[in-house]
């Protein structure tokens, strides 16, 4: 597997509006020519199909790629390059809601990265308890109502606020160009 490109995240369409979005990190600086990426249902064998074919874009190692569906409003990003997830060439834009499964192959047709994501409406909700160690090097989930984790897939949604003077007056503003948006993350535990 070439690891040049790799897929970070998905955002499910919300009742097949076509605003899914799709982000990829470039790990290398690379000429994206050629390079494209194919979706299928997730837990299925049918053939891949395409989602987006790269047009020639030079981009450096660190960069960060959101294909937006035609659909998507997305505040701008200063730190993202924003490209379109359909066109005329390529069938349906909007992902499985049921869950994909995404890769990205590269110009000779290798496989660069492949992520598979259940849709949100998959999960229940499960409350935790959050134990950070003193250095925050590193976190310890576990059960809200005690007990353990049951066998299966999880995925851990989470906000990290850039201001949080609200509740701790002594805290930094941080801010990505004066915005100070909380951001947004997920980890999918299969």
């Given amino acids: 597997m070439s690891r040049i490109v790799k897929i970070t995240g998905v955002k499910f369409s919300n009742l097949g509006q076509a605003d899914d979005v799709v982000e990829m990190l470039v790990l290398d600086s690379i000429e ?3 390079y494209r990426l194919q979706k299928r249902h997730l837990g299925t064998d049918n053939a891949w199909e395409d989602l987006h074919i790269f ?3 030079k981009l450096e190692s660190g960069s960060r790629i959101r294909l937006n569906g035609a659909q998507c409003t997305l505040l701008p990003d200063p730190f993202c390059v924003d490209l379109p997830m359909s066109s005329s060439q390529i069938g349906s834009p909007n992902l499985p809601i049921i869950g994909v499964e995404l890769r990205c192959l590269d110009e000779k047709g290798r496989v660069s990265s492949r ?3 259940a849709a949100d409406s998959e999960f229940e909700a499960e409350s935790v308890h959050f134990l950070r160690s003193s250095d925050s090097t590193s976190v310890f989930l576990f059960p809200g109502a ?3 984790f049951e066998s299966g897939a ?3 949604e989470f906000d990290y606020h850039l201001d949080i003077t609200s509740i701790s ?3 930094p503003i941080l801010s990505r160009s004066g915005d100070v948006t909380a951001e947004t993350g997920w ?3 299969y």
Avoid: R
């Fill in 169 to 171: 007056s002594n805290s």
């Fill in 187 to 189: 980890i999918a535990l």
């Fill in 115 to 117: 992520l598979s994501v």
């Fill in 146 to 148: 005690g007990g353990k």
């Fill in 32 to 34: 994206l020519g050629a």
């Fill in 154 to 156: 999880y995925k851990l």
């Fill in 55 to 57: 047009q020639a874009m």
